[in-house]
Structures are given as C-alpha cells and as structure tokens.
C-alpha cells in the first residue's frame, strides 16, 4: 500500500504555521520572515514534501486570474461539459481555468486540492467525493474560496453550491414510467452517500410511494458505477422470478450500461428513463428518454458564485438550484409486457 501523499496542511501542523504560510514560502513570496521560512523549509525536508516545480515559476504579480476545477473524471460525458462551461464562463472573465480529476479517489481529490492551493490558485469549482470534508475546512480558513457543484460536501455546514434539482428529476422520472402503467420499477444508482444520488433516489421512492407502490429493497441497486457492473446487475434483476418491467437510472454511465444490457436481452424489452442527457441517446432504437438539464447553466452559476465570494468574503452563502426537464424518446414509454392469464 503506498503511502499518503504529504500535503502542506501536513506542513503547516509540524512547522506551527497557518497553510497560508507554506503556501508563501513554497513560492518564494516576498516579506515572510526569516524564522518563519526556516521552520517552513525544516517541516518540508523532515516531511519529505514535494512541491511541483512548475509553482516557481508562477509569476506573483500576473493580473490573469486561474480558477481551479477539480472534478470526478473528465472521461465522463457530463464533466467534459461541465469543464467546458467553467472555462468558457471563466474566459468571459479574463480567466484561466486549471483542472484535473481524482477518478474516484478521495486521496486524489485532497492531493489535487492542495497541489492546485499550492500552485497559487486561491478559487476552486469542486465537485465533491462521498465522505467527511471536514479537512478542507484548513483549507477555507487560509484563505481558498470554493463553491461546489453538484453535491453538497459533507462536514461544511454552510457553503456556496450550485446543484440540480435532483429529488424533482428522480420523481418526474420515476412519475412518467408509473403513468405508463409500470408497478416494478428498479432503482441502478451509484453512491448513495453523495447528497445528488441520494436525491435522485430519493426522489423516485417519493413518486413510488405517492402511487401507492412499496419501495422493493430487492429492486434497488446502489453503489455501481461502471457500466459492466451495471450491465451484470440489470441482466441480475431481469433473471428474477418476478423481474421489474422498468428501470430509472440515476446517470449518465447507468444508462449506458443499461442499454449495454437490453441490447442482447432475449426477453421483453423493459422500459427506462435516464438522469443526464449524453450525446448518443437519440442514436438508440428506441432513443434514451432522460431527464435532461442545462450544464452550462451549472458552469457560469458556479463561476458567478465564485467571483463573488472573492469579490465579498463576507456575503451570505447561497444555493442556486438549475431546474431539470423531461425528454421523451422513446425507451420510457414502452408499456409493460402483458402476463398471460392462468386458466
């Protein structure tokens, strides 16, 4: 097992300095003190920290601004987009955007927040990994402004987001399947612990509910993320005695991996709605209907959101909700199959 990345914070705790300290001394900003920058510079050699080269070379006196994105994993359709839309939203403001993925990876994402801090860039757009952030808290107080999109970071109380209006989309979805007389309707999801899935769930046991329909444990699955595993559990489900005859996929890679899995299924084709548009949903017979949102909205929220925090440390945090919609295209208004009849 490979050791944890050693992080400024880490610095700062063994020198008795603020992180804002390191972050000076690391790139040879002017007017620290002297005592101050040998404790830094001891704490750097006993901790073994390495600093990318590259942070020297920032010049501190450039009046272009760098926003930093920290996302899940720009292979993922939708955080392509969304990069795009921070940087062309950024762009409108004579700013830079730098960004990198953590694939996942909670150590990745804490290594990519304090590499990006430690480069000088002081404003992040972060979609949050599962898990306490707590720690990033350090982070806050030395001086990074961050808002969130997406999710909402656990152990920060009060932050500014820009998130969608998940509980709605998991409900109008799981809505439009039930209108079309369907009573077993499996739930694929990724992390149930991020505060967007577990709306988008959320939402769905809500509609099911107010039709009437028990939530069926056996129908739910959560914590699949790629969609060979998805196309396992969906094939799973379709196995059972009594198999759903409707599926609502809480994203962009469930939906794939669902699809993956009809493709061959020799049975009656089960119905489904998508949470996330992608560009190939129309390609299909019968095409993705999804619940589709705006992600440029989401990028320029967030970039508006973020200046004006640099702009008013002091002003109160605030929430924006990009509303979600329904496209119809087929694949979640196909009824469900009729059972013969026991003579």
Not at 26 to 36: A, G, I, K, M
Not at 238 to 261: E, V
Request: aromatic fraction near 6%; charge should be neutral.
């Amino acid at each position: 097992m490979s050791r944890r990345r050693t992080t400024m914070a880490d610095v700062a705790r063994h020198a008795g300095v603020s992180l804002k300290t390191v972050s000076r001394v690391v790139n040879q900003e002017p007017h620290v003190r002297q005592d101050l920058v040998r404790r830094v510079q001891e704490s750097i050699t006993t901790l073994g920290f390495r600093r990318n080269e590259a942070a020297s070379r920032l010049a501190r006196g450039e009046s272009v601004l760098t926003l930093g994105l920290v996302i899940e994993n720009i292979s993922n359709e939708f955080y392509s987009r969304l990069a795009k839309a921070v940087e062309s939203a950024a762009a409108a403001h004579d700013a830079l955007v730098m960004f990198g993925s953590y694939e996942e990876r909670a150590d990745r994402e804490v290594m990519l927040i304090d590499t990006m801090y430690g480069r000088g860039v002081d404003a992040m757009v972060i979609v949050p990994t599962a898990g306490d952030h707590g720690w990033l808290g350090e982070y806050l107080a030395s001086g990074l402004t961050a808002v969130y999109v997406d999710r909402v970071p656990e152990g920060l109380a009060d932050v500014d987001a820009v998130l969608l209006d998940a509980d709605s989309g998991g409900r109008i979805a799981t809505e439009h399947l039930l209108a079309y007389g369907h009573r077993r309707i499996a739930l694929i999801s990724d992390s149930d612990p991020l505060s967007s899935v577990h709306a988008r769930a959320e939402g769905h046991r809500t509609a099911l509910r107010a039709a009437g329909v028990a939530v069926d444990p056996a129908l739910c699955v959560t914590g699949v993320f790629e969609p060979w595993r998805v196309e396992h559990e969906v094939l799973r489900l379709l196995a059972l005695p009594d198999p759903p005859t409707a599926f609502f996929a809480t994203n962009n890679r469930a939906a794939m991996g669902l699809i993956q899995a009809l493709r061959d299924h020799p049975g009656p084709r089960p119905a489904f709605v998508g949470f996330d548009d992608f560009e190939m949903a129309g390609a299909f017979t019968p095409g993705a209907t999804v619940v589709r949102y705006d992600v440029g909205r989401l990028g320029s929220a967030a970039v508006e959101l973020l200046l004006a925090r640099m702009r008013d440390p002091a002003r109160p945090r605030r929430r924006v909700t990009v509303p979600v919609e329904l496209v119809v295209r087929g694949s979640g208004e196909l009824p469900p199959p009729t059972r013969a009849m026991a003579v």
